[in-house]
Structure formats: structure tokens, C-alpha cells
């Protein structure tokens, strides 16, 4: 950056690997501070380098975001040394890869708690503070799978439905009270993240994100075209405009066509078995930065999500078409 001049104070929560990591470089590249909250203390100090080599200011934390007091705890602390939060971004989740029924109760929660109750965590921090000022802006990291759950990933599909209907209830009150703090939600594609490696699993094939694959930085992107332009809903690659508009358009059909290609679409027998341990429980050492396994695959660009960006308009019309030509393919199936 060539300007002294913040753009503000950002949070990011699971910012020190995946698509988090992402997010704090790109926000950091357009001119905020950035405060990093993760559990893995290397990743969090080596994010914070990656930040402060801008010319940005950082702050790290190393917290679990299921705990809520320790999550209010730091960001009185980030508004201590940073200055008062503008942008709070919700992106920290867990999980696993299993069958719902052999999926251990003590797992479903603590994937439950992390990727939804850190993301009600993270809100009540944010808008403790925002609320009062009537400024500031929540994002919160979605999915597509928040619009269409798939096989072998309930407890995070689960967590992000809930997070849509607990966004939707928030956004409800701030305009019923006529707050000026906005609260948006940006819905992801399947995403080449560190996520992938440390997955907890009990099959031996290395686990892999549903393809289409993009590079974390098309989704780091969106969230900051968001930080910059507040919208309150956001999707995220032509695979997330197309199942969600196909969930919408042919429920039935989309319950058939997941069933038959999610489950072995969510391995990658080429990259034989993952040798990091999982992550849901307590945090992997070592800085993992951002890409998981996957370049080989993973696009670096999104044609929607550019044209989201530069043409609104084109997008919307796109969207129009995208529903369309759904709607004539039912027909088609339907014969």
C-alpha cells in the first residue's frame, strides 16, 4: 500500500490458514488493519508478519471461538491496541467427513459449536460494539452447502443452515431499530483450503472439496469487494449460483443427483491418505497458510464472481438465465 491512510480495523476469525488466511491477505492489501483470531498460535503469528509486511498494523489471538468470553475478551483487546472494529468477518469453521449415524455425538457437537455458536460468538462481540457507535459491518463466511446439504457433512451443513436463519433474525432487528451496522453473508464454493488436510475422517481416501475447485483468493476477493461495497447477500462461483438456484427450481431431482455423485466426489483417491492429524479438537502446529492440496485442480478465477464486481447488472441478468435453462431442464426430466 502506498497510502498511510487505514481503511479501518478488520477481524478475521479462522484467519491464520484457508480461506481465512486469504481473507486477512487480501484485506490487509487493500489497506486495512487486521486483527487474526485462531486457535494455532504459529499460524497466527506467521498471518500477522504476512500482514505488518504491507505496512498495515496486525494484532493476533490465539482463541477458540467457542468460548464465548474469551471471544468478547479479544476483541476488547483488539480495540485496546488497533482502535475501535469496522469489519468483523465470521469465517472460522470445523467438521468432519462421515456418515451422519457414524458420526460420534461429542463430534457433531463440537463441529456445531465452532462453525455455528463461533459465528453467534463472533456477531455478539462485533455488535456489542458496532451496535452503540451505529457503524460497522458483520460478514458472514457461508456456503452453498448453507442452501443444499450433502451426504457425509451434516454437522457443517447443518451449522451453516443455522447460520443463515440466525442472520436473517440479527439483520431483522438492526432494521427494525434502523441501525445503520450491516451484516451480510457471502456463500462459498468448494473452496482448495487447508481445510481438506485435517478433516476429520474414518476413510483412507484423501478427502477433497466437491469440484468444482476454486483457489481460495476468488472467495478472499468477494469478502473484500463486500468490505468495500456492503451487500447482504453474496454468492460465490457459478457452482454456487447453480445449486442453490437448482435446489430452488428441482429439490427432487438435486436430493437424486447428489446422492449419486457427492459421496465419491468427496475423495481424491490420487492424493492417496492425509498424514495431518485433524484439527477439530485442537489445533495442528505449524503455519499451513492457505492452499490445501489441490492447485493442481483449483481455479484461480470465477467468471460470475467478476462480473459481480465490475457489472451487477450482468450478473443479475445471468442469474435470470442460469434459472432458465434449470427450469428447462426439469421439463426435460420430467417427460
Given amino acids: 500500500m502506498s497510502s498511510t491512510t487505514s481503511r479501518g480495523v478488520a ?5 491464520s ?28 503469528d506467521a498471518a500477522t508478519a ?3 509486511a504491507t505496512g498495515r498494523r496486525a494484532h493476533g489471538i490465539s482463541v477458540d471461538v467457542a468460548d464465548n468470553a474469551a471471544v468478547d475478551a479479544a476483541a476488547s ?4 491496541e488497533l482502535g475501535e472494529i469496522d469489519l468483523w468477518v465470521n469465517n472460522v469453521m470445523s467438521g468432519s467427513i462421515a456418515p451422519f449415524l457414524e458420526t460420534t455425538p461429542e463430534d457433531y457437537e463440537r463441529a456445531t459449536q465452532v462453525t455455528y455458536l463461533g459465528t453467534v460468538n463472533g456477531t455478539r462481540a462485533a455488535l456489542t460494539r458496532m451496535r452503540p457507535r451505529n457503524r460497522g459491518h458483520v460478514i458472514q463466511i457461508g456456503s452453498a452447502l448453507a442452501h443444499r446439504g450433502i451426504p457425509l457433512q451434516a454437522a457443517y451443513c447443518g451449522s ?15 432494521t427494525h431499530e434502523g441501525s445503520a451496522v450491516a451484516v451480510s453473508i457471502v456463500d462459498m464454493p468448494a473452496l482448495n483450503t487447508t481445510q481438506f488436510g485435517w478433516v476429520k475422517s474414518p476413510f483412507s481416501e484423501h478427502p477433497q472439496p466437491v469440484p468444482p475447485i476454486y483457489q481460495p483468493e476468488v472467495g478472499a476477493r468477494a469478502v473484500a469487494d463486500v468490505a468495500d461495497k456492503p451487500r447482504r447477500r453474496t454468492w460465490v462461483g457459478e457452482s454456487t449460483v447453480g445449486l442453490v438456484l437448482g435446489t430452488r427450481v428441482a429439490g427432487r431431482f438435486m436430493d437424486w443427483y447428489l446422492a449419486r455423485n457427492a459421496w465419491e466426489g ?22 499451513h497458510g492457505a492452499h490445501g492440496a489441490f492447485d493442481d485442480r483449483a481455479r ?14 450482468l450478473y443479475s441478468a445471468a442469474s435470470v438465465a ?5 427450469a428447462g431442464v426439469v421439463k426435460l426430466l420430467r417427460r
Fill in 77 to 80: 483487546e483488539i480495540e485496546a
Fill in 300 to 313: 484461480g478465477e470465477s467468471i460470475q464472481t467478476r462480473a459481480l464486481r465490475h457489472r451487477p447488472e
Fill in 50 to 52: 504476512e500482514v505488518r
Fill in 266 to 287: 468427496q475423495f481424491a483417491p490420487d492424493k492417496g491418505s492425509s498424514t495431518t492429524p485433524p484439527n477439530l479438537y485442537e489445533p495442528v502446529p505449524g503455519d
Fill in 160 to 174: 451453516k443452515h443455522a447460520v443463515h436463519g440466525f442472520t436473517d433474525s440479527v439483520v431483522s432487528e438492526l
Fill in 17 to 44: 490458514a484457508g480461506l481465512g488466511r486469504a481473507i486477512v491477505r487480501e484485506l490487509a492489501d487493500r489497506g486495512w488493519d487486521v486483527a487474526v483470531l485462531a486457535r494455532g498460535r504459529d499460524g497466527v
Fill in 322 to 326: 442460469v434459472v432458465a435453462a434449470l
Fill in 11 to 15: 477481524v478475521v476469525t479462522g484467519g
